[in-house]
């Protein structure tokens, strides 16, 4: 019942800007800590980003100062905004949060940054 659908991602050139949206169904999204993740071809999955429940937001030093995670808990959806794109962001972007000690992801969304 618990449902995450990513959308927004495609293909831009690097120093481009893209807004993923992550829209929630099935759980108390204002109460949730809700975070963005990413997996290159090869690569095992990584964080992004991080929101608390009060909006406060972490990142790792990869994205820190490009990208952007927000909520709006008027349509239990989050976002992540990235700027200044680079080709080693090109990923399938995963939405996700944790309910009752157990993750929950999206199916996920690609983006494609171009050199």
């Known amino acids: 019942q618990v449902q995450l659908v990513e959308s927004g991602g495609g293909l831009v050139q690097a120093g481009g800007s893209l807004r993923l949206s992550c829209a929630t169904s099935?759980?108390?999204?204002?109460?949730?800590?809700m975070g963005w993740y990413r997996q290159a071809p090869g690569k095992q999955r990584e964080w992004v980003a991080t929101?608390?429940?009060?909006?406060?937001?972490v990142y790792p030093d990869s994205v820190k100062g490009r990208f952007t995670i927000f909520r709006d808990n008027a349509k239990n959806t989050v976002y992540l905004q990235m700027n200044n794109l680079k080709p080693e962001d090109t990923a399938d972007y995963y939405c996700?949060?944790?309910?009752?000690?157990?993750?929950?992801w999206g199916q996920g969304t690609q983006v494609t940054v171009s050199s």
């Open positions: 099935g759980f108390a999204f204002k109460t949730n800590v």
């Open positions: 929101i608390t429940v009060d909006g406060v937001t």
């Open positions: 996700a949060t944790a309910l009752r000690g157990t993750n929950y």
